[in-house]
């Protein structure tokens, strides 16, 4: 045996007996997932965890996970309560990665099934679409999770119909457990002509450090729309790895809403793969950053196919010492004339401990296309606070004020009334916070 | 309303204007690399101990490097053995000492290229300091510039002549581990141009390099180094043209420029070197490390580039801003055709207080190649107001060709403004459709649009730069209507 000096080479090893151990004990019911899971295993043994040299994750070292102690598998935490967004929905929560709650759904449009209790025909479905979406080169945690796989839920919005109510995920944890990970699953599959929405609300309560590592595939069939939400509203010492992969046929629509606070380290990529013509994406991102915590946005906009468009609108404030960083790829395949893409990054930088780095990407090889992209790391603009105090507003009421006006642009683009109010009151309290630093 | 195909391939087929091989027997090492290569380039150039030990340790660290991959170009792998080191024109020996004396066929080289050194040298009042291969054989109005102090010669007279400067600034900006290119510079560099502005002086006149590229497989390895002192000024002009041929060719140089407290340097390029045929065969690959350091407070680094040629352009004029208030200025010009392959942009580091830098970066690609915006600012958290406003825009002629953009942000300081747009277009039909309303071809048209385009970039030329880069450009495009 070789003598094992890398610390990473040596968690990526203790990753793999982990995950190994953990598919064997499954019970008998989700075998015919062990081709997946054997295939994710596969993939992240011959894969290297990314250092500070692998391009894309430059800026964020995985020093937390390596040193997090996170291989435990299987949560022995009391099963707190934890509650997502209140509001009209379906509600699902998937506690340590388990299905903890689910529904009783009388709703001819959908089918929200955990992938243990699926049918046959369901399970078809599931491999049909499982894994589909991304290279597990892509992303070496994606690799990781295929090769945990258990729990997973699969969203099934039927043909030319449109749910009652929006489906919400609720991703919660225990409150003790430390070292623990959990590796959740979401498969979103809209068929043709339908229309829905689904949140993903992600909750930490744990005092400890807990790694959450969630991976969302998504496929919209011609013509049909989804609006998905991703919140995070974690603890400070909180590890998430998500992704979102999207793939799109002619004709559909896609919304996505990202909201962040909190957490030591977070890293959400969003893969969107546009695939038929006339296809449309709409991405929204805000994040608000204090303390220690790092937010690493990675988003990936593939135009493959003519005559599509996309929107990607990413905004941050950053203070204490927090690390925000943004890298958006537009990609205009050669075909893919008449496309139209923007994007832009606005982040306020409030400290000079904090750090902002943004890279903002475009890869074009078609000539009949219009793509923009903007960055900007500034303050708040001095002349509009003094303005303010010119009218016998407070020097922190005018920086609460100016911005909340900041990132309030992305927020409402946010249409379900109960979501907005939950993320505009975690706005304020960061607002707050902000202020406290400053005095 | 396209134009007509014939037209098209008539420009777009338009052989190299300046490609042709003149006949001069090179004084040549063989193929190779090693430790007594490096001996003998020093030893042929009388060079002073620290130099040789600069070189030496300057290839142990090179060997120890790996080519770089991360550019967005594709090549194949370059034999380091394969490639000459030295080559001096043989005329050289005894050293000419005014135009008289050089090599009749050198100046036809330039007759041939429109550049009658004498002429434009006395009509322009450009002193050139001419690079022919690797070694200098004509420096002009050299009793003027000595007349205001300022040192204008090749960096091999430098080390001979002002060892104490060349000591103390070479390397200092671009030190020799820096990158793989620029080691290998470091190690082998054959001449260049060295400038040394003394204090409070304006340099009288601006000061020019044509680079030509001679000898079939010399790699060149140009080395420049520009020193202005407190309060001194200079405008430096590069421009270069080379022949036609089908082994790739090689070229990493390094230009370093040094601007201390209060001092302003101002170095413009027009390159157009060979750049393969339309099968993508020959052309230059340059990869090249230019960097300055604005030193001193209130110091200005402005970069000017016009990149039409080479096969391969790898390429980022930077800028450190250490200095308080210091500037730093990048207009670049990178037009690519055929096969061509450009990855180039800048770099502005932010450390001192008040600093400001600007990036306004063109980009137009047609045929079938390749062109890539690659930049970085960054703000250290020292940089009090440190200001950025970066625009790359790209224009695409063409359905086969790629335009591309990496901008590297990096921001740790929270009174800093960064700003970075970038935008990407096409000539539109409906421009072109205005201006042939109005009577003027498809041809002019583009011209005048790509023209337009550039104008940010062009007006930061001097004059008789700016002229030539107009022309560059229109040979380059026409015709490439879509």
Same mark, same amino acid.
């Given at each position: 045996?070789?003598?094992?000096?890398?610390?990473?080479?040596?968690?990526?090893?203790?990753?793999?007996?982990?995950?190994?151990?953990?598919?064997?004990?499954?019970?008998?019911?989700?075998?015919?997932?062990?081709?997946?899971?054997?295939?994710?295993?596969?993939?992240?043994?011959?894969?290297?965890?990314?250092?500070?040299?692998?391009?894309?994750?430059?800026?964020?070292?995985?020093?937390?996970?390596?040193?997090?102690?996170?291989?435990?598998?299987?949560?022995?935490?009391?099963?707190?309560?934890?509650?997502?967004?209140?509001?009209?929905?379906?509600?699902?929560?998937?506690?340590?990665?388990?299905?903890?709650?689910?529904?009783?759904?009388?709703?001819?449009?959908?089918?929200?099934?955990?992938?243990?209790?699926?049918?046959?025909?369901?399970?078809?479905?599931?491999?049909?679409?499982?894994?589909?979406?991304?290279?597990?080169?892509?992303?070496?945690?994606?690799?990781?999770?295929?090769?945990?796989?258990?729990?997973?839920?699969?969203?099934?919005?039927?043909?030319?119909?449109?749910?009652?109510?929006?489906?919400?995920?609720?991703?919660?944890?225990?409150?003790?457990?430390?070292?623990?990970?959990?590796?959740?699953?979401?498969?979103?599959?809209?068929?043709?002509?339908?229309?829905?929405?689904?949140?993903?609300?992600?909750?930490?309560?744990?005092?400890?450090?807990?790694?959450?590592?969630?991976?969302?595939?998504?496929?919209?069939?011609?013509?049909?729309?989804?609006?998905?939400?991703?919140?995070?509203?974690?603890?400070?010492?909180?590890?998430?790895?998500?992704?979102?992969?999207?793939?799109?046929?002619?004709?559909?629509?896609?919304?996505?809403?990202?909201?962040?606070?909190?957490?030591?380290?977070?890293?959400?990529?969003?893969?969107?793969?546009?695939?038929?013509?006339?296809?449309?994406?709409?991405?929204?991102?805000?994040?608000?950053?204090?303390?220690?915590?790092?937010?690493?946005?990675?988003?990936?906009?593939?135009?493959?196919?003519?005559?599509?468009?996309?929107?990607?609108?990413?905004?941050?404030?950053?203070?204490?010492?927090?690390?925000?960083?943004?890298?958006?790829?537009?990609?205009?395949?050669?075909?893919?004339?008449?496309?139209?893409?923007?994007?832009?990054?606005?982040?306020?930088?409030?400290?000079?401990?904090?750090?902002?780095?943004?890279?903002?990407?475009?890869?074009?090889?078609?000539?009949?296309?219009?793509?923009?992209?903007?960055?900007?790391?500034?303050?708040?603009?001095?002349?509009?606070?003094?303005?303010?105090?010119?009218?016998?507003?407070?020097?922190?009421?005018?920086?609460?004020?100016?911005?909340?006006?900041?990132?309030?642009?992305?927020?409402?683009?946010?249409?379900?009334?109960?979501?907005?109010?939950?993320?505009?009151?975690?706005?304020?309290?960061?607002?707050?916070?902000?202020?406290?630093?400053?005095? | 309303?396209?134009?007509?195909?014939?037209?098209?391939?008539?420009?777009?087929?338009?052989?190299?204007?300046?490609?042709?091989?003149?006949?001069?027997?090179?004084?040549?090492?063989?193929?190779?690399?090693?430790?007594?290569?490096?001996?003998?380039?020093?030893?042929?150039?009388?060079?002073?101990?620290?130099?040789?030990?600069?070189?030496?340790?300057?290839?142990?660290?090179?060997?120890?490097?790996?080519?770089?991959?991360?550019?967005?170009?594709?090549?194949?792998?370059?034999?380091?053995?394969?490639?000459?080191?030295?080559?001096?024109?043989?005329?050289?020996?005894?050293?000419?000492?005014?135009?008289?004396?050089?090599?009749?066929?050198?100046?036809?080289?330039?007759?041939?290229?429109?550049?009658?050194?004498?002429?434009?040298?006395?009509?322009?009042?450009?002193?050139?300091?001419?690079?022919?291969?690797?070694?200098?054989?004509?420096?002009?109005?050299?009793?003027?510039?000595?007349?205001?102090?300022?040192?204008?010669?090749?960096?091999?007279?430098?080390?001979?002549?002002?060892? &104490?400067?060349?000591?103390?600034?070479?390397?200092?900006?671009?030190?020799?581990?820096?990158?793989?290119?620029?080691?290998?510079?470091?190690?082998?560099?054959?001449?260049?141009?060295?400038?040394?502005?003394?204090?409070?002086?304006?340099?009288?006149?601006?000061?020019?390099?044509?680079?030509?590229?001679?000898?079939?497989?010399?790699?060149?390895?140009?080395?420049?180094?520009?020193?202005?002192?407190?309060?001194?000024?200079?405008?430096?002009?590069?421009?270069?043209?080379?022949?036609?041929?089908?082994?790739?060719?090689?070229?990493?140089?390094?230009?370093?420029?040094?601007?201390?407290?209060?001092?302003?340097?101002?170095?413009?390029?027009?390159?157009?070197?060979?750049?393969?045929?339309?099968?993508?065969?020959?052309?230059?690959?340059?990869?090249?490390?230019?960097?300055?350091?604005?030193?001193?407070?209130?110091?200005?680094?402005?970069?000017?580039?016009?990149?039409?040629?080479?096969?391969?352009?790898?390429?980022?004029?930077?800028?450190?801003?250490?200095?308080?208030?210091?500037?730093?200025?990048?207009?670049?010009?990178?037009?690519?055709?055929?096969?061509?392959?450009?990855?180039?942009?800048?770099?502005?580091?932010?450390?001192?207080?008040?600093?400001?830098?600007?990036?306004?970066?063109?980009?137009?690609?047609?045929?079938?190649?390749?062109?890539?915006?690659?930049?970085?600012?960054?703000?250290?958290?020292?940089?009090?107001?440190?200001?950025?406003?970066?625009?790359?825009?790209?224009?695409?002629?063409?359905?086969?060709?790629?335009?591309?953009?990496?901008?590297?942000?990096?921001?740790?300081?929270?009174?800093?403004?960064?700003?970075?747009?970038?935008?990407?277009?096409?000539?539109?039909?409906?421009?072109?459709?205005?201006?042939?309303?109005?009577?003027?071809?498809? &041809?002019?048209?583009?011209?005048?649009?790509?023209?337009?385009?550039?104008?940010?970039?062009?007006?930061?030329?001097?004059?008789?730069?700016?002229?030539?880069?107009?022309?560059?450009?229109?040979?380059?495009?026409?015709?490439?209507?879509?």
């Amino acid at each position: 045996m070789s003598t094992r000096t890398n610390p990473y080479q040596e968690f990526h090893q203790d990753c793999f007996n982990a995950a190994k151990a953990w598919g064997e004990q499954l019970p008998q019911g989700l075998h015919w997932l062990n081709a997946e899971r054997q295939l994710g295993l596969e993939q992240f043994e011959q894969m290297q965890l990314p250092t500070r040299k692998t391009e894309s994750w430059k800026y964020t070292p995985i020093a937390a996970i390596v040193q997090g102690n996170i291989l435990q598998l299987k949560s022995a935490a009391d099963k707190a309560n934890a509650e997502g967004i209140k509001g009209d929905f379906y509600t699902v929560t998937l506690l340590n990665g388990e299905l903890q709650s689910a529904p009783e759904i009388e709703d001819a449009a959908l089918n929200v099934v955990p992938f243990a209790n699926a049918s046959d025909e369901q399970q078809n479905l599931i491999k049909a679409h499982l894994n589909k979406t991304f290279g597990f080169q892509d992303h070496p945690f994606a690799a990781l999770n295929a090769s945990t796989l258990q729990d997973g839920v699969l969203i099934h919005i039927k043909a030319d119909s449109k749910p009652l109510k929006p489906v919400q995920i609720v991703h919660a944890n225990g409150s003790g457990d430390e070292g623990f990970s959990s590796h959740n699953r979401v498969l979103i599959v809209v068929e043709r002509g339908a229309k829905g929405t689904v949140l993903e609300t992600f909750l930490d309560i744990a005092s400890k450090v807990q790694m959450r590592n969630v991976i969302s595939e998504i496929f919209l069939a011609e013509n049909s729309h989804l609006t998905h939400y991703a919140l995070n509203s974690e603890s400070e010492q909180h590890i998430h790895t998500g992704a979102v992969f999207v793939e799109q046929q002619a004709g559909s629509q896609f919304v996505e809403h990202n909201f962040a606070t909190g957490g030591a380290l977070k890293r959400r990529d969003i893969q969107i793969k546009l695939l038929g013509p006339q296809a449309d994406c709409k991405l929204y991102g805000a994040y608000l950053i204090g303390g220690q915590s790092h937010v690493d946005y990675h988003t990936a906009i593939d135009h493959v196919a003519p005559h599509c468009t996309s929107e990607e609108v990413f905004k941050g404030i950053v203070t204490d010492q927090g690390k925000a960083v943004f890298n958006g790829r537009i990609h205009i395949h050669r075909d893919a004339q008449q496309s139209n893409a923007n994007m832009s990054n606005k982040n306020l930088l409030l400290t000079n401990t904090a750090e902002v780095n943004t890279k903002p990407e475009l890869e074009i090889y078609a000539d009949d296309v219009k793509c923009a992209h903007g960055a900007t790391v500034g303050q708040l603009d001095e002349m509009s606070l003094y303005y303010f105090q010119t009218r016998g507003i407070s020097k922190a009421d005018a920086h609460r004020m100016l911005s909340h006006a900041f990132i309030e642009t992305v927020l409402d683009e946010m249409d379900i009334e109960t979501v907005h109010e939950h993320v505009q009151q975690s706005a304020e309290q960061f607002y707050q916070h902000c202020q406290d630093c400053a005095k | 309303m396209a134009t007509p195909e014939n037209s098209v391939d008539k420009y777009i087929k338009r052989e190299y204007e300046a490609g042709f091989i003149t006949d001069i027997e090179s004084d040549a090492l063989e193929p190779g690399l090693n430790e007594d290569v490096i001996r003998f380039i020093s030893a042929k150039k009388n060079e002073p101990e620290f130099m040789l030990n600069w070189r030496l340790k300057a290839y142990r660290e090179w060997q120890q490097m790996e080519e770089p991959e991360w550019a967005h170009v594709h090549y194949p792998k370059i034999d380091y053995n394969d490639i000459i080191y030295y080559s001096a024109p043989k005329s050289q020996k005894d050293g000419p000492k005014s135009l008289d004396e050089v090599d009749p066929e050198l100046l036809k080289t330039y007759e041939k290229l429109g550049i009658p050194l004498h002429e434009r040298a006395a009509l322009a009042g450009v002193a050139v300091d001419a690079v022919f291969d690797s070694v200098s054989v004509a420096t002009t109005f050299k009793e003027k510039l000595a007349d205001a102090g300022v040192i204008f010669c090749s960096i091999s007279e430098a080390v001979q002549n002002h060892p &104490e400067l060349v000591e103390k600034y070479l390397g200092s900006v671009v030190p020799t581990r820096d990158n793989f290119f620029a080691s290998l510079n470091s190690a082998v560099f054959s001449d260049g141009s060295f400038v040394y502005i003394p204090k409070g002086v304006r340099c009288p006149m601006e000061l020019s390099t044509y680079f030509r590229i001679n000898a079939a497989k010399t790699g060149q390895f140009e080395r420049t180094l520009i020193i202005a002192d407190e309060g001194s000024y200079v405008s430096y002009l590069e421009g270069c043209t080379a022949p036609m041929r089908d082994e790739n060719q090689l070229h990493a140089a390094v230009v370093e420029l040094v601007a201390l407290e209060g001092a302003e340097i101002k170095y413009s390029t027009v390159q157009n070197w060979y750049p393969g045929d339309e099968e993508g065969r020959g052309g230059i690959y340059n990869f090249v490390t230019k960097r300055g350091l604005c030193a001193g407070a209130h110091s200005k680094i402005s970069w000017t580039q016009v990149e039409t040629g080479s096969a391969i352009t790898w390429k980022y004029p930077s800028v450190i801003l250490r200095g308080d208030h210091s500037v730093g200025e990048f207009y670049s010009v990178a037009l690519t055709n055929n096969l061509q392959q450009a990855d180039t942009g800048t770099k502005m580091i932010h450390m001192g207080k008040n600093t400001k830098s600007t990036i306004i970066s063109k980009g137009i690609s047609a045929g079938r190649s390749d062109a890539s915006y690659r930049g970085l600012v960054r703000v250290g958290p020292k940089a009090e107001n440190a200001r950025n406003y970066t625009q790359c825009d790209s224009l695409l002629i063409g359905d086969k060709c790629g335009a591309h953009t990496f901008p590297y942000i990096e921001s740790k300081n929270n009174s800093a403004v960064v700003e970075h747009e970038a935008t990407t277009s096409k000539v539109s039909d409906e421009q072109l459709f205005l201006c042939r309303q109005r009577g003027i071809d498809a &041809e002019r048209a583009v011209s005048m649009i790509v023209n337009g385009f550039c104008k940010e970039v062009f007006k930061e030329l001097p004059m008789e730069f700016a002229v030539e880069a107009g022309k560059l450009l229109e040979v380059s495009l026409e015709g490439s209507v879509g």
